[in-house]
């Protein structure tokens, strides 16, 4: 292994929780995917997004509400919905969310706080594997998944840039699964991964 996946198992390793945060890591560095982890302050968002900047992916960090604390369990958020829609329109999070990134993932503040990852290890092998299988995925999806999307579409309010996104992360996922077909389970785990700014923001 090389010195710099060490250094990115380790680090990984280190998170509290948050398995799913850490999964949708692991998709951004199999497909080179732009990656924004969206929690408070206090939440490991920042400390993914510089792993994943540190491992040749665009990695990204915002708050929720401009109090960061939308979606927290323990701490009430103070904004207003007013406030929290101009914060989400406003250039920063706009550009970030809508333009670029592929993959939107909620980082809540872990409850507890000795439940860690273990074994990102793993995940680097997959990685590693799934970057060489890539390029033999179908992009081309049967009625199922493509129904699955087209309610994404609908539901989501999803633009065409929206739609290339979810495909493209479709297949990074069915690589993953060593799958050359891009299959319904792919497509909802893609569309999980755009679900900020569309009404749910999930904790
Ligand atoms: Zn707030």
């Known amino acids: 292994m090389k010195t710099s996946n060490k250094n990115v198992v380790e680090r990984v390793d280190g998170i509290r929780g948050n398995y799913h945060a850490v999964r949708a890591l692991e998709v951004a560095l199999a497909g080179g995917h732009s990656i924004v982890f969206v929690g408070c302050a206090d939440s490991e968002g920042d400390v993914l997004a510089s792993i994943a900047m540190d491992a040749g992916a665009k990695g990204y960090f915002i708050m929720p509400c401009p109090c960061g604390h939308f979606g927290s369990r323990s701490i009430k958020c103070s904004c207003s919905p007013a406030k929290i ?7 920063k999070v706009k550009s970030r969310t809508f333009d670029d990134i592929q993959i939107e993932v909620n ?3 872990p409850r507890d706080y000795t439940d860690t990852q273990h074994g990102f290890k793993n995940a680097i092998i ?3 594997k799934a970057k060489q299988f890539l390029p033999m995925v179908s992009g081309k999806l049967e009625p199922e998944p493509r129904r699955l999307l087209d309610r994404g579409i609908e539901a989501l309010g999803f633009g065409p840039k929206t739609v290339d996104s979810v495909v493209s992360v479709s297949k990074t996922i069915a690589a993953l699964d060593g799958s050359t077909e891009t299959r319904s389970s792919h497509v909802a785990e893609a569309i ?12």
């Open 107 to 109: 980082v809540p503040r």
């Open 126 to 128: 997959r990685i590693d």
């Open 85 to 91: 829609m101009r914060y989400r329109s406003g250039k």
């Open 192 to 203: 999980q991964y755009k679900m900020f700014n569309r009404g749910e923001l999930r904790t």
